[in-house]
């Protein structure tokens, strides 16, 4: 079955210092992989996605995120963190365990992001 | 930017009752999900829907739940007879194809039940 960690539940950072929000995930497959990105009262919103080729990958509001196979990770990285990056981070994993699938995602626990003057 | 949208944004019931939820889902897609959320848990898919019926559905999904596609623009959860353990934010999402698009979610569905 496939599942996602996200080690850390809660993280704070100081504005303009840099990020990492870990993602560990377990998929039978070559899996499809996900950040959301949600801030209170949205809905959640795609940060990045990766299929296949590069395995770093580059997302909106300057977030990047490297898929590593040997370790089944898929970290989310930002150089300089902004006070409106403050929001609740979830990795997903989707794609085609067992030749089928139909789009649907598994989350994990979710991080969430405080930032600091 | 064309966007999911969800109504109501919260919903109060008794146990027992029926509820709907509503969505408009992005006009030209043409699959369609429903996620939940129970408060400090993750988000957990509950079914995707595509040509008008069920592709996949999770344990959760159970009896009590039915989707629906009344028009060509509105997808439906309801919930036959609210339990306790219902209450969660209730996601929609849609995207164009299965599995390599992004699936775009809504703001949520916050369901109380007492």
């Known amino acids: 079955a496939q599942s996602v960690t996200q080690p850390d539940i809660h993280i704070t950072v100081s504005e303009g210092a840099s990020l990492e929000l870990r993602c560990n995930y377990s998929?039978?497959?070559?899996?499809?992989l996900f950040w959301y990105v949600q801030s209170p009262g949205q809905g959640l919103q795609l940060l990045l996605k990766?299929?296949?080729?590069?395995?770093l990958v580059q997302g909106i509001k300057g977030f990047e995120a490297e898929f590593k196979r040997s370790q089944s990770s898929f970290n989310l990285r930002k150089p300089s963190v902004h006070w409106s990056d403050a929001a609740e981070y979830f990795c997903a994993v989707g794609g085609q365990a067992g030749g089928t699938s139909y789009g649907k995602l598994t989350f994990g626990q979710g991080t969430i992001l405080t930032v600091h003057p | 930017e064309p966007e999911v949208t969800q109504t109501p944004s919260h919903q109060v019931t008794q146990m027992g009752q029926e509820v709907i939820l509503r969505c408009v889902p992005i006009?030209?897609?043409?699959?369609f999900y429903w996620y939940r959320q129970i408060l400090g848990q993750k988000v957990e898919f509950l079914v995707s829907?595509?040509?008008?019926?069920?592709?996949?559905k999770s344990e959760i999904f159970d009896d009590q739940f039915s989707v629906e596609r009344p028009d060509g623009s509105n997808f439906t959860l309801k919930i036959r007879s609210t339990k306790l353990e219902d209450s969660a934010m209730y996601f929609c999402?849609?995207?164009?194809?299965?599995?390599?698009?992004?699936?775009?979610f809504g703001p949520g569905t916050r369901l109380l039940v007492l």
């Open positions: 990766y299929f296949s080729g590069d395995t």
């Open positions: 998929y039978g497959a070559t899996p499809y």
């Open positions: 006009s030209n897609h043409l699959y």
């Open positions: 829907f595509y040509n008008n019926e069920i592709s996949e």
């Open positions: 999402a849609s995207s164009a194809t299965s599995t390599q698009e992004t699936q775009y």
